[in-house]
């Protein structure tokens, strides 16, 4: 193998490794050294020092392990040359762990540490986003810029004086006291949806999921749930996440080519995860406070779970819970949502006028939804030139490349 292939498998390795472990490493280091953005840099050294060692030498056996090692050896020493020889340094360097021998074994708590260091009231709620996106579900500033359709300077600049500020304010690295979870439950649960969301249907990039993404979203879920049992959306949202994640398997080819609803089978979905959705959606009704967003959005992801087919989807329900989400949470995405419920219910004229609504207010105007969804309706009527214009329209603001091969697709068929 010639050293360019041998350091673009290393830089493929490594990019692998952080997507699934990044987090975690993140997260013990912030434990370690009490400094959240100390932490990230420390991470990112280590994997320069990896780039440049390992095509050479070989990936070591347990290379999450030889990360974070380095990277606490880097602040060691960092403290060191700052002659910060306090009992900070004294700790970590106590049974500093060998890179080649140590066994890696991830805190869960640390993640979910991270996240609500990342959410703390101080910042704002961009650039919460902004950092737990970054820092939690490892996006690169590129992939949340275009998430936010903001400049990538913009991204940068929130995530670094979003550091700054956390410095300053002396955040502590860890789980908030009970009273204060009020102020701060609602931004961590905001998050962690988005990330889901980002790894149920990624916005760019060649994958059309993120598995990885959205499971840690998931799990970060439940241990939230579990801190706080008597919050219902924190339920309603681990039900949320359970019913989507329950078709992962279904969603896409061998070769990651996507499957619409339509065309998926259903034999599948994880049945033990609509099991548990629907356990997690009856916790969050048991509490007797009423549906919020995300359990009503729960409400219709289950309507889809337990539907032997499409054609005996319950898609009256699936409006009225649209029509009442649309009173809790209104947005034009779930209006479009309700959209295709209604050209499922009741015919594809009746949900054309409530898109064209949509249109003639500008509203998803820099995005691939309306279009691809007034194409689809579009060709229902008959109407297939009209509806192949929407869709090279839709292909052409896709960021995604495999929805963007999907909507080409389509108006090729028409």
């Known amino acids: 193998m010639s050293e360019a292939a041998a350091v673009d498998a290393v830089r493929r390795r490594i990019d692998a490794l952080w997507r699934i472990e990044g987090p975690r490493i993140?997260?013990?280091?912030?434990?370690?050294?009490?400094?959240?953005?100390?932490?990230?840099d420390l991470a990112q050294e280590a994997v320069a020092d990896a780039l440049a060692q390992w095509p050479e030498a070989g990936v070591p056996r347990n290379p999450a392990a030889w990360l974070?090692?380095?990277?606490?050896?880097?602040?060691?020493?960092?403290w060191r040359r700052a002659e910060m020889l306090d009992e900070r340094y004294r700790t970590i360097a106590h049974g500093l762990p060998d890179a080649e021998g140590v066994s890696w074994e991830p805190v869960d708590d640390d993640v979910l540490r991270l996240v609500f260091t990342a959410c703390h009231p101080v910042l704002s709620r961009e650039a919460q986003m902004s950092l737990t996106l970054r820092v939690v579900g490892g996006l690169t500033t590129e992939e949340i810029a275009r998430l936010f359709l903001v400049p990538v300077a913009t991204v940068?600049?929130?995530?670094?004086?979003?550091?700054?500020?956390?410095?300053?304010?002396q955040v502590p690295f860890e789980v908030p006291e009970p009273h204060e979870w009020g102020g701060r439950l609602s931004?961590?649960?905001?998050?962690?949806?988005?990330?889901?969301?980002?790894?149920?249907?990624?916005?760019?990039?060649?994958?059309?999921?993120?598995?990885?993404?959205?499971?840690e979203a998931l799990r970060i879920g439940r241990v939230l749930a579990g801190l706080v049992p008597r919050e219902p959306e924190a339920h309603a949202l681990v039900a949320l996440m359970e019913f989507q994640a329950s078709r992962f398997a279904a969603r896409?080819?061998?070769?990651?080519?996507?499957?619409?609803?339509?065309?998926?089978?259903?034999?599948?979905?994880?049945?033990?995860?609509?099991?548990?959705?629907?356990?997690?959606?009856?916790?969050?009704?048991?509490?007797?406070r009423g549906r919020r967003s995300y359990a009503l959005q729960a409400a219709i992801a289950e309507c889809h779970a337990v539907a032997p087919s499409v054609e005996q989807t319950d898609w009256a329900r699936i409006v009225l819970l649209y029509e009442v989400l649309g009173?809790?949470?209104?947005?034009?995405?779930?209006?479009?949502?309700?959209?295709?419920?209604?050209?499922?219910?009741?015919?594809p004229a009746a949900a054309l006028a409530i898109v064209d609504r949509l249109a003639s207010d500008g509203a998803l105007r820099d995005g691939h939804l309306l279009?691809?969804?007034?194409?689809?309706?579009?060709?229902?009527?008959?109407?297939?030139?009209?509806?192949?214009a929407e869709f090279t329209t839709a292909a052409a603001l896709a960021r995604n490349d495999r929805t963007r091969a999907v909507l080409e697709a389509r108006a090729a068929d028409l």
Do not use: C, H
């Not at 993140?26 to 990230?40: H, K, Q």
């Not at 931004?187 to 959205?214: C, H, K, N, Q």
């Open 327 to 347: 009173r809790v949470a209104p947005s034009p995405v779930v209006e479009l949502n309700r959209a295709v419920a209604v050209s499922m219910a009741t015919g």
């Open 371 to 388: 279009p691809s969804v007034r194409g689809e309706l579009l060709a229902r009527l008959g109407r297939t030139d009209e509806a192949r």
């Open 68 to 78: 974070t090692a380095v990277a606490k050896r880097k602040a060691v020493d960092a």
């Open 187 to 215: 931004a961590v649960l905001g998050v962690v949806y988005l990330m889901f969301t980002e790894g149920y249907s990624a916005t760019t990039g060649d994958r059309w999921i993120r598995p990885d993404l959205a499971n």
């Open 156 to 169: 940068q600049q929130r995530i670094v004086r979003a550091k700054k500020t956390l410095a300053a304010a």
């Open 252 to 288: 896409t080819r061998p070769d990651g080519t996507p499957v619409l609803l339509a065309d998926q089978d259903r034999t599948r979905w994880d049945r033990g995860q609509i099991g548990r959705g629907r356990a997690a959606l009856a916790r969050a009704d048991a509490l007797g």
């Open 26 to 40: 993140t997260a013990a280091l912030a434990r370690a050294t009490r400094d959240f953005g100390l932490a990230e």
